[in-house]
């Protein structure tokens, strides 16, 4: 799983129909196209996805484990545009340090966004500066952790009535008071996580 192999793969992708295509239920309001970005960051012990935590005020997915990325606004050329455009407003990495490889397919979340997933290759050295605002915090998760489908975790349970699934990726990691703490990913993120997955295990992938 490196950036090389990674190239090559985007490099011959063909349309394919995603695991989960989204969340199931939608609520009750007009579709609102969206991207985030999938930033694979090239360390010297393999790549590793940066993800962020939403601060606790927000009105959508407050608190959550998600992938920069917002709503796409009328100056955007298009879909990669507006990952950069938000990956930059929200955690403040330019977009010379991004390499994008291609696009997942859409994903529409519980809230009616129709996400297109983004993913990109980031070279360091480079400085985040966080949107106090939507973005609590910024973190890394080796993406070969997250790319292994034995840590890839479904949920069952009941809702009105109705029997509902969700996906869910816990990582622990040592805070920096050397506590062991949990980021529990999960959702549209965990979702589009294992559409890569898929994406990067079909039996076309080459390299």
């Known amino acids: 799983m490196t950036a090389q192999a990674l190239r090559a793969r985007f490099a011959v992708a063909a349309e394919w129909a995603p695991e989960i295509p989204g969340d199931g239920q939608h609520q009750d309001r ?6 985030v970005l999938v930033p694979l960051v090239e360390r010297d012990d393999g790549l590793r996805v940066l993800l962020t935590r939403r601060t ?12 920069p990325g917002g709503r796409q606004e009328p100056e955007d050329a298009d879909e990669v545009a507006t990952a950069l455009r938000e990956t930059e407003e929200e955690i403040g990495l330019a977009r010379h340090h991004v390499e994008v ?75 920096t008071q050397g506590t062991l703490r949990e980021f529990f990913i999960w959702g549209a993120t965990a979702a589009m996580l294992r559409n890569l997955y898929t994406f990067l295990s079909r039996s076309d992938a080459g390299a």
């Open 101 to 175: 490889l291609g696009r997942l397919p859409i994903y529409t979340t519980v809230t009616r966004f129709v996400v297109t997933p983004v993913v990109a290759l980031v070279r360091p050295p480079f400085e985040l500066r966080l949107d106090d605002f939507e973005v609590a915090e910024a973190f890394e998760v080796p993406l070969s952790f997250l790319m292994n489908p034995a840590h890839h975790q479904r949920h069952l349970f009941e809702a009105a009535g109705v029997a509902r699934q969700f996906l869910s990726m816990p990582w622990h990691a040592e805070s």
């Open 56 to 67: 606790d005020h927000l009105h959508d997915h407050a608190g959550q484990i998600s992938f």
């Open 30 to 35: 007009a579709p609102a196209p969206a991207s």
